[in-house]
T-cell receptor, first 112, second 116 residues
């Protein structure tokens, strides 16, 4: 069955360092991979989307890579700040009408 | 409205009662999604509506759960004979186009359901 794993329930990083979050998947061939941020008590908010034929995408301090051979995406936050503390979710979207599935998320804490 | 609107924001109900959750998607969005999120867990797919196509109901956990959508507008998620394990946040989302198009999905703030 399709499976997404975000391999760290929680990650603690010193302010200013780069945070790297991982999303692995099996039995799936997504056309798109998306990353969302979720703050406590709020709905997820879209951050970045990367297509299956793209290797890397950047937006300000955020960088996403996508390796369809390894079936893995890495999400990087450079120069991390305490305000980046949140749960980050990856989501896989197929190429045709079906459901978008989400990972369980990684809770990131940036300490001053 | 500017975003996805969900109501009620909080609902406490007694076990065995029926509840109805409402979602107003962003105007013009053809796709609408319902997800469930238990405390500290990820998002669990429930149902997906796209335009006039038959909805993908494959995530509904039991026949106590049902959902409807009026055209490309409001959706309601109904849970009959609620059980304590139904306690969760029910998140609604919408996107301009359907799955497979790489559209941004916009989430509401969720309806927090507690079954006592």
């Amino acid at each position: 069955s399709q499976k997404i794993e975000q391999n760290s329930e929680a990650l603690n990083i010193q302010e200013g360092k780069t945070a790297t979050l991982t999303c692995n998947y099996t039995n799936y061939s997504p056309a798109y991979l998306q990353w969302y941020r979720q703050d406590p008590g709020r709905g997820p908010v879209f951050l970045l989307l990367i297509r299956e034929n793209e290797k890397e995408k950047r937006k300000e301090r955020l960088k996403v890579t996508f390796d369809t051979t390894l079936k893995q995406s890495l999400f990087h936050i450079t120069a991390s700040q305490p305000a980046d503390s949140a749960t980050y979710l990856c989501a896989l979207e197929p190429s045709s009408a079906s459901k978008i599935i989400f990972g369980s998320g990684t809770r990131l804490s940036i300490r001053p | 409205g500017a975003g996805v609107s969900q109501s009620p924001s909080n609902k406490v109900t007694e076990k065995g009662k029926d509840v109805e959750l409402r979602c107003d998607p962003i105007s013009g969005h053809t796709a609408l999604y319902w997800y469930r999120q238990r405390l500290g867990q990820g998002l669990e797919f429930l149902i997906y509506f796209q335009g006039n196509s038959a909805p993908d109901k494959s995530g509904l956990p039991s026949d106590r759960f049902s959902a409807e959508r009026t055209g490309e507008s409001v959706s309601t998620l109904t849970i009959q004979r609620t059980q304590q394990e139904d306690s969760a946040v029910y998140l609604c989302a919408s996107s301009l186009a359907g799955v497979g198009t790489g559209n941004t999905i916009y989430f509401g703030e969720g309806s927090w359901l507690t079954v006592v």
